[in-house]
């Protein structure tokens, strides 16, 4: 499993149209093979920013450099950056091999 994770310091005040444009985009990423799972998150807020991550989980490293090479990774990213900055500079990306997954038990009644 590989573990990709891009950290945003959002400017304040835009955090809604940050979030809008999120939850609003076709990610096109469902289509991909190896993808398993997204989350946006948010995070603390700073005095100058909001920290948000956005974390997606494949099943390899080389499945998640495939999808960056991929006709859906362009469609998805599309016109990224073209409106009025809504972050202090760009995204941090920061990739993780897995190493221990730990999951809930079933419970049963």
Partial sequence: ???????????PAETERFEAAWLNRESHIREVPGFVTFHLLRGPAAEDHVLYSSFTLWRSRADFEAWTRSEAFRRAHAGAGEAKPMTL???????????QTIEAQAVTT
């Fill in 89 to 99: 500079g760009p995204p941090q990306f920061e990739g993780f091999d897995v190493l």
């Fill in 1 to 11: 499993m590989f573990v990709a994770a891009n950290r945003f310091r959002v400017i």
